[in-house]
């Protein structure tokens, strides 16, 4: 039967019989009966519930070699059924100090199959101390055993394992020292590798160490590691030693060592990665990448920057340009960049479309200037042209449209690309689209005539597919246009080829050449049809999604998770300001927005709304797991611009939104909805009611954050409707769960907010769309009810929303002859209000005036003849009442 089943075919014969003969007296029967069933039965089959009492005999039984066969078994198949009905004889034969060292690792490695199954097995009150009685265990069989155990309980569970910290430790001193390790766990002179790295995988699941002695124990024994490994000849040894260094400098990362030792590592690994053995170069730059998750070690990794550049040219360049990828910044881009287009004409075939990718997203991050930028991606489109997606060339084109100052340089730039004898056709398109727009502004140059320009583009045409032809139509057409005053030559020839393409078979080509011509009869009309295309909108960049790769689920990522858990990232966190206290960002902020010219720092949002609340509801977007700059995840997270904490500014804001929209210290005391006092254990960062009082003079920001999420607003607002988005994203590598968000909207409002996802994946975000409608005028404020479940912690806030009266207004002007009419109009209350505020500090003109504009007031200049007194107008919407004109003099 097991003949039959290892040539492959279906055993579906003979099973009662080989069940059966587990319960056989002798042993050789024993033992086909429990191999047999081991091979052919899987943990669903009905037969296996016949042979547990039998199973559960030998288990309890006084022969160890059938406890043995039974184990191993069990350990094979696993199933539910086994572990609820042998798990505490499993457990009993593990902490039996009367059975051999054979039957009790066998016993613990059972257990974790059955754990692994239904984790319901191990009582988690009762396993802590008992776990910690076997980590003290002399016999490295049953140790190592045990320790495969406890890295599987403490990964779901590290808070009931406290006590075996110290034990853990205490086995990798006395391993790191070979005290009393027996010759056959001892490989080529390396005691017991597999436990060393099995010891320090499991204290990766420790978030801390506390204790000092303990703390200053282990980093010695991984000093003694780090000092003790190096390169030698045999290859066996090299992969037992480089396993525990590897192990090691993951357990260094996680535990946040001092910066002597994180600059120790690195230079280890620089040695690593300058060894011609390509496997050990491998490994080097393998962990030389998950270094870079460390605060500190990137400065230090910049400094083997050559040698890594040298990897390129190994047969498998991956983690050398993960590596690079991950490691550059503002200060080194131009370099590493420069070396990857230098490798792309020599680099192989299946490497090249990534290769190409990488470097146009790091020449889009960290550009120092566009031009720049631009001049990498036509080398790109120039070098690899079959390997660049049209994503990379319509994100070009996106940031010439947007730049005023680069659309000269551009148009110069493609123009001389397209005078090479070859061409690529990505290049053609990129050039003709470019061209059309803005080729009148070389009108002056020599050699860049309408007439020339076009005859540059023409000679490409019958090179090119049907997909880039329309493209230069429109090319042509643009150039018509812009061809002032006309070229009667120019123009017959332009005809001539829409004429000829009028009766294509392609639709699209057609429809063109038709709507062309007949609009190059409309003469002066052309300019207003064929005009310039506007500015994009800001959005999120599309490359940046496709770089995006999948981590394999390892203990260095348990690592990462466990210290997001303990300290608040601001992965999430994107702003536009420059510093608080007046330093000075050592990255400029934001050179490649699409909104924005070259080299400007801006503290505006320039992101667009339709984009954001264009999106489908509850879609997801990818965030970037490293630990990027301002200016990287400004792209990123593209529509949402969530901002930072509020600056020193915010303090008078809120004071001044207090008073003005019913704060704690105002008359109405239903200005604000009392929200019950919070008792969750995880602290929010940064001041909830300074949040909610900045939004509600701006229309982007953070409503909410705390180490685990991060919620942000975007809102549009017109007449008495308002469209809000709010940004839930996942600040870790594991998912929040059991999320809820329920709307408390006050009477004069009705909110529809659409579904929200119960789970949030890990390092994503998102977006649910709110629908706002202002019913009748209110100061009452609506209410998130917001809950989510992170490992055992479970959040509940209740968060005020930003859906205020001011809200709701739009800014009139309101001209000298009719506001006074009006102002007078108005007899007093409750119509006609008026107030004296004493006792604070007098606000100066331009600051009131500003904050005036913030609450969707505008400013009438001149009308008031007192100059130290300003007028504003504005009209409020409600459904009830539609627009109703507002007046104020302050």
Known sequence: MLYIYMLGYDVDFGHMEAVSLISAPKYPEKQVGYIVTSSLL????????LAINTVRNDIIGRNETFQCLALTMVGNIGGREFAES?????????LSSSCRPLVRKKAALCLLRLYRKNPDVVNVDGWADRMAQLLDERDLGVLTSSMSLL????????????????????????LARNQDIPQEYTYYGIPSPWLQVKTMRALQYFPTIEDPYTRRTLFEVLQRILMGTDVVKNVNKNNASHAVLFEALALVMHLDAEKEMMSQCVALLGKFIAVREPNIRYLGLENMTRMLMVTDAQEI?????????TSLKDPDIRRALDLLYGMCDVTNAKDIVEELLQYLSSADFTMREELSLKAAILAEKFAPDLSWYVDVILQLIDKAGDF???DIWFRVVQFVTNNDDLQPYAAAKVKEYLEKPAVHETMVKVSAYILGEYSHLLARRPGCSPKEIFGILHEKLPTVSTTTIPILLSAYAKILMHTQPPDQELQSQIWAIFNKYESCIDAEIQQRAVEYFALCQKGAALMDILAEMPKFPERKSSLIKRAEYSEADTAEQSAIKLRAQQQPSNALVVTDQPPANGATSPVPVGPLSLAMVPSMITTEDHTST????????????????????ADLLGDLLGPLAIEGPPGATVQSEHNAVSRLEGGPDAVDGSAIVPVEEQRNTVQPIGNIAERFHALCLKDSGVLYEDPYIQIGIKAEWRAHHGRLVLFLGNKNTAPLVSVQALMLPPAHLKMELSLVPDTIPPRAQVQCPLEVVNLRPSRDVAVLDFSYKFGTNMVNVKLRLPAV??????PIPVPAEEFFPQWRSLSGPPLKLQEVVRGVRPVPLPEMANLLNSFRLMICPGLDPNPNNLVASTTFYSESTHAMLCLVRN
Request: aromatic residues 6%; proline residues 5%.
């Open 388 to 390: 660049i997606s049209d």
């Open 301 to 309: 990794i910049k400094r083997h920057q050559a040698q890594i550049i």
């Open 42 to 49: 899987n943990e669903n089959h009905d037969f296996l519930r």
């Open 610 to 629: 339709d984009q954001a609340l264009s999106q489908q509801n509850g879609s997801l977007t990818k965030v970037d797991p490293q630990h990027p700059s």
């Open 86 to 94: 042998l798990a505490p004889d499993v457990q009993k034969l593990l």
């Open 151 to 174: 890295v599987a309980l403490v990964s779901n569970n590290h808070e009931a394992y406290w006590s075996c910290l110290p034990k853990c430790v205490k086995t990798l001193e006395r």
């Open 805 to 810: 009266l001011n809200k709701f207004l739009q």
